[in-house]
T-cell receptor, first 115, second 109 residues
C-alpha cells in the first residue's frame, strides 16, 4: 500500500491565483480530512469527509473548497490564494468506526507559499 | 471541548525512558486519549491510545490515572530518532483531532 499520498510537495503561488492540492489513499478509508499547520503551531482542521459525496467544515474552512467524488481522492481547492494561506497542508485518512477508535494516517504534506 | 496541557519541551538522554505528561482534567467518560508524534515536519504518526486502562504497544506505553485527569506517555528506551513533537489529544467528537502545541522532546546522546 502507498498509504496517503499528496501532490505537489512544494508550491509557490501569487496572491489571487487558484490551485488544487491533491490527496489520495489506497486503504479504502471512509474518513478523509485536511489540516493546515502554521510555523510552531499544531494542526488545524480545514475540511473533512466521512464518505464519497459527503463533506463538512472544520475549524478553519474559509478560502478552501473540497469535494469527494470517490473514496480514494479528496482534493483541496484554494479559490483565491492569500499570503495568510502560506502553510503546510496535511491530508489524513482513517476508517470511520462508530466508537471513534480508528487510527488516522497522515500524508507527507504540501508546503505552500503565497507571495 | 476537553483540552490538554503539555509542557512545551523536555530533554531525555539516549537509552533512558522518556516520560511525557499530559493533563486533561475536563475529559468526559467516553473520550479516548490519543498520542501522535511529528518528526521534523513530516505528517503526524499515531503512537497509542487508551480509555481508562494502561496500554502498551511496540512503540510506547500509556499510563492513565484512575480519575482520568492526566496521562503519561512512556518511551522505554529513547533513541535519537524519537526526537519529535509529541501531541496528546483527547478525541473531541467523531474522527476530528484537535491538536495543541505539543511537547518538543529532544533526545540527546
Amino acid at each position: 500500500n502507498a498509504g496517503v499520498t499528496q501532490t505537489p510537495k512544494f508550491q509557490v503561488l501569487k496572491t489571487g491565483q487558484s490551485m488544487t492540492l491533491q490527496c489520495a489513499q489506497d486503504m479504502n478509508h471512509e474518513y478523509m480530512s485536511w489540516y493546515r499547520q502554521d510555523p510552531g503551531m499544531g494542526l488545524r482542521l480545514i475540511h473533512y469527509s466521512v464518505g464519497a459525496g459527503i463533506t463538512d467544515q472544520g475549524e478553519v474552512p474559509n478560502g478552501y473548497n473540497v469535494s469527494r467524488s470517490t473514496t480514494e481522492d479528496f482534493p483541496l481547492r484554494l479559490l483565491s490564494a492569500a499570503p495568510s494561506q502560506t502553510s503546510v497542508y496535511f491530508c489524513a485518512s482513517s476508517y470511520n468506526l462508530a466508537d471513534g477508535t480508528d487510527t488516522q494516517y497522515f500524508g507527507p504534506g504540501t508546503r505552500l507559499t503565497v507571495l | 471541548d476537553a483540552k490538554t496541557t503539555q509542557p512545551p519541551s523536555m530533554d531525555c538522554a539516549e537509552g533512558r525512558a522518556a516520560n511525557l505528561p499530559c493533563n486533561h482534567s475536563t475529559i468526559s467518560g467516553n473520550e479516548y486519549v490519543y498520542w501522535y508524534r511529528q518528526i521534523h515536519s513530516q505528517g503526524p504518526q499515531y503512537i497509542i491510545h487508551g480509555l481508562k486502562n494502561n496500554e502498551t504497544n511496540e512503540m510506547a506505553s500509556l499510563i492513565i490515572t484512575e480519575d482520568r485527569k492526566s496521562s503519561t506517555l512512556i518511551l522505554p528506551h529513547a533513541t535519537l530518532r524519537d526526537t519529535a513533537v509529541y501531541y496528546c489529544i483527547v478525541r473531541v467528537y467523531g474522527n476530528k483531532l484537535v491538536f495543541g502545541a505539543g511537547t518538543i522532546l529532544r533526545v540527546k546522546s
